[in-house]
Every structure is written in C-alpha cells, then in structure tokens.
C-alpha cells in the first residue's frame, strides 16, 4: 500500500518563496566588495531572484546547465543560490583563493558554461580566460557605476541583466527533487579537487536539520535570530546558512569579502548578530582583537564550528568572558550536518568544566545519518569510546560518488563515505575526532595525536597558533614537531613551551622540537594547511 500524500518535489527555491510570503521584510545585510553595507529584505531579494533567473533564461541556462561563482559573501552571490538552482541549473561555487592550475582543472571538469566574478576575483579570472574553453559568458557581480576594468571581451554587468528583466507573473519551475542543486570541490585533498554535487533533495534535508535545535537549541519563541556565516559560500554552501535563514525566518548578515577582525566586530556588533559559524582559526584571531581592544558580544548566544578541533581555552573563554556557547560538530564537504552541535539532552545540568568536556567532542550522531568507524583491515570498532579508527558514514543527503569519478570513487565496498578522518565513537553517539589518516604521527607503532597536541599547545596564553606535523625519526619512524605563532607582544621558549606541554599529554607525545613561525599557511576555509607544512618540514632534523 502507498501513502495517500501529496507528491511535491523538494525544492529550494520553496524557502526564499516561504521567506518572501511570510516574512518578507527581514532584512538582509551584506558587505560589498568596496566595504560599504547593502540592506535590503527576503521580499526584495526574491523578486531579483526571479529577475536573475529569467536574465538567466535568456542567456541560455537551461535545467542541468553549470553556472560557475568566483566570489566571496555578497548579497549578490546569495541571490545566485537560488536564481541559478531555482531554475534548475547548477550553482558552482569555486574558491578563489586555490592556484589558477587547479581553479581551471575544476571549472573545465564542471563544464561551467556562465562564470560570475567580483571586483577581486576578476583579475583572478583574467590569468587564466583562456584555459577554460567551456565558458562562454562572463558576468560581473556589480553595479554598473562599479564596473571594474577588465582586458577580457564581452564582460556583463550583473546589474545591467536584471535592470532588464520583470519579475511579474514568473513561477520557479518544478522538476525532480533529485536534480542536481550545487556543486562545491573539496579543498584538503591530494591530487585534483573532487567535485561534491548535491541534489535539491538532499540540500532540503540539511537544511531542514540545520535548522532544528539539535543545531541550535536555546531559541526562544518569537525572537528574530540573526545569522552571519563567516564560512565562505564555496565553503559546503556556507554550511547551508543562505538556506536556513530564509526557511526560519531569521536576519542574514553577510561579511563579503573583508575577514579583519575588526571588520567582522562591527558586524557582530552592530547589526546583534546571534548565531555564527566558523572554523577555530576565525576566533582564535578575533578573541586576541577583542581582548586587546576591551570587546564584548551583548547579543552572540551560539556559534557552531566544524573542522580543526578546538582548543579547550578558547570554548572557556567563550563561556566564561563572553556567555557565548561554542557547539562544535563534525562535517564535510561530502557530509554536512551529519552530526548535531547541541549537548545530549539532560546535560544542561551538569558543572561549567564538565559540559566544555562535551563541547570537545565533534558532536553526536543525528538520526537520518549512520557512522561506524573500522580497522585497516574493515572490521566495524566497538562504540565504547576508546577504540580508535577509520570514519565511515551513510545516509540520505551523504555524498555516494565524486563528479565524473564513478561508482566507489567516494564510498567503501558497503557504500559508506570514506571520510578520512580517524575517530571513536560512544554508545551515546558522540563522535570524537582524533586526527585525519593522514595527519596522524606513527611513532614507534604507537599513534599520536596532532590534534590533541595542537589543542593542548594553544592553551597557552602566549599561543594564537599552533599547528603539529610528522618529521621522520630513524628509529620510532616519525616524532612530532610543534609549529607556534604567538600573539601580539608575547614571549616564549622552546623550553618554556615544552615544560607547558609536560603534564597536559602523555610525555612520549612530547614534540621533539618546536619551531615559532610568524604565520601558518592557511586553506581558504580558515584551516591550518598540513599538505604545506608536510612539505616544506619534510627534511627537518632535529638539531
């Protein structure tokens, strides 16, 4: 017997429909690429919407058509993730701060067909036009008084191709859930990025967890949150915030380009940001600014993390300093909200030291969404919270399978995503991460953990940064070398560094040398980049 139930596809273009009708007149603000800030309401930004999807139309974008996006957090750019799928046409996101090499390899493997560019990506865009033969249109993200010059032909205004558009008496189209919605290439891996292409149906479902309390617990009936994605949109959809906020209604403030932390402050500030989300390395650097310049977040109640683990001192400091509770979850590109942020339910009750005990994990299993995690060999690891092992996951809205890469490419011999993260799980459903497969340190067979070490490094108050990487030792394989940068006027030995070190880990974890770096090479998600520190200290020796 079948359900007797309407059949409607899901769809993303019914959230910015919901937040137009319903309500209409949140605002939006963002940061434009010249520092300014535009406002403007859900009812506003459907309509140029529809414009953009019918300006769209008549390039020639049609269902299943790649639309290429090198841009950062506009109100521009948020208005392409809904003209571009709400069509049926696929939205990819790039991440301009890749090498050209490998920004050509992912849009020539996307088939982009329109590729859109800011005032600061275009100059990218022009070291490499004439690598990428599928694009035939190239449409800048501006008004028409802030066109900037360019050498390249044939350049359209963004502003110029909806001015020339109505949006009277248009409807989003309807078509089958499972089409492809966006297209986001992964950023850590080796070799070629891999294209992660998510479906209508799967981008519904996230949102639709992202949005519950096990995301974001402790809203209160009637309060108008207000959400600032500090994750760039090439980053998983900006951790699908352009969709959540609309879907409840809440303010979305968008920092554009401009990632300062004095910049992000008077976004926090001034327009009572509640909800945030972001990797460690965006606090870590604005908790030193706001510490130095005497700073508080009246109104910051949450902010959700994924990624790099946090250091325990940084979600003390949140709580204690600030009041703002640090949920920390565990996604990827390939997996988003596969793990809920909130504490297990009856932990509200439990001391201060002991719920960041539970903020250190990478959150707990959401239903809908399957995790085991395995030996070298495959075997399924008991759930008792110590076995350490292989992440596998599976579920719903899970990548199956890589862009033009075939069955298997993403997923074991039983379908599971192979994350390549190490982790142990509980019997409660908390999920550790440990470190990644291939950031672990093998150390006389024994494992080490980068994360832990790097956690327990920046609970220095002189650290801003700390990042671990294997160096080769000729007797225990590989040994642990720590990679410091300081704060702002502080002062620290290696020494000094080490005897810190001494009673928080196991004394063999203790690195074997420590070296402090002005900076950290960072990917553009905000993480530390290990790829480039293997390679640079892949012939250090230990004096």
Same mark, same amino acid.
């Given at each position: 017997?079948?359900?007797?139930?309407?059949?409607?596809?899901?769809?993303?273009?019914?959230?910015?429909?919901?937040?137009?009708?319903?309500?209409?007149?949140?605002?939006?603000?963002?940061?434009?690429?010249?520092?300014?800030?535009?406002?403007?309401?859900?009812?506003?930004?459907?309509?140029?919407?529809?414009?953009?999807?019918?300006?769209?139309?008549?390039?020639?974008?049609?269902?299943?058509?790649?639309?290429?996006?090198?841009?950062?957090?506009?109100?521009?750019?948020?208005?392409?993730?809904?003209?571009?799928?709400?069509?049926?046409?696929?939205?990819?996101? +790039?991440?301009?701060?890749?090498?050209?090499?490998?920004?050509?390899?992912?849009?020539?493997?996307?088939?982009?067909?329109?590729?859109?560019?800011?005032?600061?990506?275009?100059?990218?865009?022009?070291? =490499?036009?004439?690598?990428?033969?599928?694009?035939?249109?190239? +449409?800048?993200?501006?008004?028409?008084?802030?066109?900037?010059?360019? &050498?390249?032909?044939?350049?359209?205004?963004?502003?110029?191709?909806?001015?020339?558009?109505?949006? +009277?008496?248009?409807?989003?189209?309807?078509?089958?859930?499972?089409?492809?919605?966006?297209?986001?290439?992964?950023?850590?891996?080796?070799?070629?990025?891999?294209?992660?292409?998510?479906?209508?149906?799967?981008?519904?479902?996230?949102?639709?967890?992202?949005?519950? =309390?096990?995301?974001?617990?402790?809203?209160?009936?009637?309060?108008?949150?207000?959400?600032?994605?500090?994750?760039?949109?090439?980053?998983?959809?900006?951790?699908?915030?352009?969709?959540?906020?609309?879907?409840?209604?809440?303010?979305?403030?968008?920092?554009?380009?401009?990632?300062?932390?004095?910049?992000?402050?008077?976004? =926090?500030?001034?327009?009572?940001?509640? /909800?945030?989300?972001?990797?460690?390395?965006?606090?870590?650097?604005?908790?030193?600014?706001?510490?130095?310049?005497?700073?508080?977040?009246?109104?910051?109640?949450?902010?959700?993390?994924?990624?790099?683990?946090?250091?325990?001192?940084?979600?003390?400091?949140?709580?204690?300093?600030?009041?703002?509770?640090?949920?920390?979850?565990?996604?990827?590109?390939?997996?988003?909200?596969?793990?809920?942020?909130?504490?297990?339910?009856?932990?509200?009750?439990?001391?201060?030291?002991?719920?960041?005990?539970?903020?250190?994990?990478?959150?707990?299993?959401?239903?809908?969404?399957?995790?085991?995690?395995?030996?070298?060999?495959?075997?399924?690891?008991?759930?008792?919270?110590?076995?350490?092992?292989?992440?596998?996951?599976?579920?719903?809205?899970?990548?199956?399978?890589?862009?033009?890469?075939?069955?298997?490419?993403?997923?074991? !011999?039983?379908?599971?995503?192979? &994350?390549?993260?190490?982790?142990?799980?509980?019997?409660?459903?908390?999920?550790?991460?440990?470190?990644?497969?291939?950031?672990?340190?093998?150390?006389?067979?024994?494992?080490?953990?980068?994360?832990?070490?790097?956690?327990?490094?920046?609970?220095?108050?002189?650290?801003?940064?700390?990042?671990?990487?294997?160096?080769?030792?000729?007797?225990?394989?590989?040994?642990?070398? /720590?990679?410091?940068?300081?704060?702002?006027?502080?002062?620290?030995?290696?020494?000094?560094?080490?005897?810190?070190?001494?009673?928080?880990?196991?004394?063999?974890?203790?690195?074997?040398?420590? !070296?402090?770096?002005?900076?950290?090479?960072?990917?553009?998600?905000?993480?530390?980049?290990?790829?480039?520190?293997?390679?640079?200290?892949?012939?250090?020796?230990?004096?």
């Amino acid at each position: 017997m079948r359900g007797l139930m309407m059949d409607m596809p899901l769809l993303l273009s019914s959230f910015i429909e919901h937040a137009a009708d319903h309500h209409g007149d949140v605002e939006v603000v963002a940061r434009e690429i010249e520092g300014d800030l535009h406002r403007y309401t859900y009812r506003d930004a459907q309509r140029r919407m529809k414009r953009l999807a019918k300006a769209l139309q008549r390039l020639g974008v049609q269902q299943g058509t790649p639309v290429g996006t090198l841009a950062w957090n506009t109100h521009r750019h948020f208005e392409l993730f809904y003209g571009v799928p709400g069509i049926g046409a696929v939205l990819h996101t +790039i991440n301009p701060r890749l090498f050209a090499e490998q920004l050509v390899y992912m849009i020539n493997h996307a088939e982009d067909r329109i590729l859109c560019v800011d005032a600061l990506t275009l100059p990218i865009l022009e070291g =490499f036009a004439d690598r990428i033969p599928t694009v035939q249109t190239i +449409i800048v993200l501006a008004a028409r008084d802030r066109m900037p010059g360019t &050498t390249l032909p044939g350049v359209l205004c963004y502003e110029d191709l909806l001015d020339a558009e109505d949006d +009277i008496d248009w409807a989003w189209p309807v078509f089958d859930e499972h089409s492809a919605s966006t297209i986001c290439f992964t950023s850590g891996t080796t070799g070629n990025p891999k294209g992660v292409v998510y479906s209508h149906r799967a981008a519904v479902l996230q949102t639709l967890m992202g949005a519950s =309390f096990e995301f974001f617990p402790g809203h209160a009936s009637g309060q108008l949150e207000v959400m600032m994605p500090m994750a760039p949109m090439f980053h998983g959809n900006a951790w699908n915030m352009p969709f959540v906020a609309p879907y409840t209604g809440s303010k979305l403030v968008l920092p554009g380009r401009n990632y300062e932390p004095e910049k992000l402050y008077e976004l =926090f500030d001034g327009e009572g940001v509640t /909800l945030t989300a972001g990797v460690p390395s965006f606090w870590l650097i604005l908790l030193d600014w706001m510490q130095r310049h005497g700073k508080t977040l009246p109104k910051l109640r949450q902010t959700l993390s994924s990624g790099t683990a946090p250091p325990r001192s940084m979600i003390e400091t949140l709580g204690r300093d600030y009041d703002v509770e640090y949920s920390q979850a565990w996604g990827m590109t390939e997996a988003l909200m596969a793990t809920s942020a909130s504490l297990k339910p009856g932990s509200d009750a439990l001391p201060f030291e002991q719920r960041v005990d539970r903020r250190l994990v990478s959150g707990r299993c959401v239903a809908g969404v399957k995790m085991k995690v395995v030996d070298d060999d495959g075997r399924t690891l008991p759930r008792d919270g110590e076995s350490v092992g292989h992440l596998r996951v599976k579920g719903p809205w899970i990548a199956s399978e890589y862009l033009k890469m075939g069955p298997g490419s993403a997923t074991d !011999e039983g379908g599971w995503l192979v &994350t390549g993260d190490m982790a142990v799980l509980d019997d409660e459903g908390h999920l550790t991460l440990t470190d990644r497969s291939k950031d672990v340190i093998k150390s006389g067979g024994e494992w080490i953990s980068s994360v832990q070490l790097e956690n327990a490094a920046i609970g220095h108050p002189a650290v801003l940064q700390a990042a671990v990487v294997a160096i080769p030792h000729p007797k225990w394989q590989e040994r642990p070398l /720590l990679l410091v940068v300081l704060k702002a006027g502080a002062a620290l030995d290696a020494t000094q560094m080490l005897q810190f070190l001494s009673d928080k880990v196991a004394r063999w974890w203790l690195p074997d040398a420590v !070296e402090f770096v002005e900076q950290l090479p960072m990917t553009a998600t905000g993480k530390v980049h290990k790829l480039t520190l293997r390679e640079r200290y892949k012939d250090y020796r230990v004096s």
